[in-house]
C-alpha cells in the first residue's frame, strides 16, 4: 500500500520561495528513485526533479539551477525546494517513483499540492 501527501504549495509572487514536502507511507521510497512532478490543465504530468537512491539528483531544463530536490530517509519525507519562482511554474505538484514501470505498477498518486506564481 502506497501513500503519498504532498503539502507546501501555495500563493507566491515572481522571484519567491517555496519548499514542497511529500511523505511516503510504504515501500517505494525506500526501494526506487523518488521524483517531484507537475500538472497543469490540459497538459501532460512532467518530471521536474528526480533523486536516486544514492542521492543524486536530476532536473528538467527548466528549472535547473533553481529547484533543488532532497529527502530525509529516517522521515519518509521529499522535499522540493523551489527558489526564484516564475509565473511559468504555476502548477499542482505531485511526488511520486521516478520510474514509470513503478508508477504503472502502484498506479497511485497523492492529492498534489497547489503552486501559483503571480503578482
Known amino acids: 500500500q502506497v501513500r503519498l501527501v504532498e503539502s507546501g504549495g501555495g500563493l507566491v509572487q515572481p522571484g519567491g520561495s517555496l519548499r514542497l514536502s511529500c511523505e511516503v507511507s510504504?515501500?517505494?521510497?525506500?526501494?526506487?528513485?523518488m521524483a517531484w512532478y507537475r500538472q497543469v490543465p490540459e497538459k501532460q504530468r512532467e518530471l521536474v526533479a528526480k533523486i536516486t537512491l544514492g542521492g543524486m539528483t536530476n532536473y528538467a531544463d527548466s528549472v535547473h539551477g533553481r529547484f533543488a530536490i532532497s529527502k530525509d530517509n529516517a522521515r519518509n519525507t521529499l522535499y522540493l525546494q523551489m527558489n526564484n519562482l516564475k509565473p511559468e511554474d504555476t502548477a499542482v505538484y505531485y511526488c511520486?517513483?521516478?520510474?514509470?514501470?513503478?508508477?504503472?505498477?502502484?498506479?497511485?498518486w497523492g492529492q498534489g499540492t497547489q503552486v501559483i506564481v503571480s503578482s
Open positions: 510504504g515501500s517505494i521510497f525506500h526501494y526506487y528513485d
Open positions: 511520486n517513483a521516478a520510474s514509470p514501470s513503478i508508477l504503472a505498477t502502484y498506479n497511485t
